[in-house]
């Protein structure tokens, strides 16, 4: 009997058009019970304050400095930071297999907020948009050291992403390579505007506008949507609607319009399964210091661990780690359960009632 293919309940690879990866798609296997690890929920009943957070207004830190008593975000040098201004120049190559190069960078932390218990989703659109000018901020800052090639901006958020201080904050690595990812991305999108002349992002989020069938929210700035070749059960990407290679280039419209996206995107994923929605986050943007990108498109990566509820989580293993991703769930089921989602965070819900 002929049987017609379905993306929706037949498995299927899909490419990453960023990476060229593929990943594998089994739609059929959410069928299956599950017996496998339940997470731990970490409580969510921190205080405003915490006299022994390091990033707390006015407490003690790791290096012996003292924070201030600031009042909106609050940014310094991470104080165990995994690059180095100072490293000295070197390398080592024996017979072409055991090769090292030095590697020297930046490291900074943003605390978002002095507020110990309040993550972005929680925050106002203006208070979100002030740490979008740090980002700029920074990132224009760190471009001036002329030895830096790229600047990393990111968020880890919760536990079980490895977030070492609950308090709300994220990071900025910068440094003097271009990073794996990196070069991964820019590799595809040059290809790609070398044969267009156009943004390969740009041309996707048309796509991806004109089918909606991913797209989760749009404001007059940005696309915030699950990709096509998403890998994680509620991966989201952010995209800037106007083809501009950084952050740097941002005007106060797209300031606040990307604050709008955020906020409504991390509610949605709070209210997705009522707790606080771990994920790495961070931006993807042209290096600096290395020549003119024209192909770059501004974009952020959401990738949250959380499959089936607040304590069941996706692990990379087996397969995953020796083959390629896989998941099971489509990015289109997940665009849908993430669209349906309030943009009302869940706590004031309850406390409405």
């Given at each position: 009997m002929n049987q017609t293919f379905e993306l929706d309940s037949n498995p299927h690879t899909r490419l990453n058009i960023l990476t060229g990866e593929w990943v594998l798609v089994s739609p059929h296997r959410t069928k299956r019970p599950w017996q496998g690890k339940v997470e731990d929920i970490a409580p969510d009943n921190r205080p405003e304050y915490d006299p022994k957070c390091y990033l707390c207004p006015g407490n003690g830190r790791a290096d012996g400095d003292s924070n201030p008593e600031y009042t909106e975000s609050f940014v310094f040098n991470n104080d165990f930071a995994a690059l180095l201004e100072d490293t000295p120049a070197g390398d080592m190559n024996e017979d072409d297999l055991l090769v090292a190069?030095?590697?020297?960078?930046?490291?900074?932390?943003?605390?978002?907020?002095?507020?110990?218990?309040?993550?972005?989703?929680?925050?106002?659109?203006?208070?979100?948009?002030?740490?979008?000018?740090?980002?700029?901020?920074?990132?224009?800052?760190?471009?001036?050291?002329?030895?830096?090639?790229?600047?990393?901006?990111?968020?880890?958020?919760?536990?079980?992403?490895?977030?070492?201080?609950?308090?709300?904050?994220?990071?900025?690595?910068?440094?003097?390579?271009?990073?794996?990812?990196?070069?991964?991305?820019?590799?595809?999108?040059?290809?790609?505007?070398?044969?267009?002349?156009?943004?390969?992002?740009?041309?996707?989020?048309?796509?991806?506008?004109?089918?909606?069938?991913?797209?989760?929210?749009?404001?007059d700035h940005f696309v915030v949507l699950v990709p096509f070749w998403a890998v994680w059960p509620y991966e989201t990407m952010i995209i800037s609607k106007r083809h501009v290679n950084s952050i740097k280039l941002f005007s106060e419209a797209e300031k606040k319009s990307l604050a709008e996206a955020i906020k409504v995107l991390t509610t949605k994923y709070d209210n997705l399964f009522e707790t606080s929605f771990p994920y790495s986050a961070g931006m993807h943007q042209a290096p600096v210091n290395n020549g003119y990108y024209p192909e770059w498109h501004w974009h952020m990566h959401f990738y949250p661990p959380l499959l089936r509820s607040a304590s069941v989580k996706k692990f990379m293993v087996g397969y995953e780690m020796l083959a390629n991703p896989q998941r099971d769930i489509t990015?289109?089921?997940?665009a849908n359960r993430l669209k349906e989602m309030s943009t009302i965070h869940y706590k004031i819900s309850k406390t409405e009632v």
């Open positions: 190069n030095n590697q020297r960078g930046l490291c900074k932390v943003i605390s978002f907020s002095p507020k110990h218990n309040l993550t972005l989703p929680e925050m106002s659109v203006e208070a979100i948009t002030a740490v979008v000018n740090v980002w700029q901020n920074e990132f224009n800052s760190l471009a001036e050291n002329d030895w830096i090639k790229y600047i990393q901006i990111f968020e880890n958020k919760g536990e079980i992403m490895g977030c070492s201080n609950p308090h709300p904050h994220g990071q900025i690595w910068s440094q003097g390579d271009i990073p794996l990812e990196i070069a991964k991305e820019t590799e595809r999108q040059k290809t790609y505007y070398a044969i267009h002349r156009r943004s390969l992002l740009a041309d996707y989020l048309k796509l991806e506008q004109k089918k909606n069938e991913r797209i989760v929210f749009e404001n990015p289109e089921f997940a």
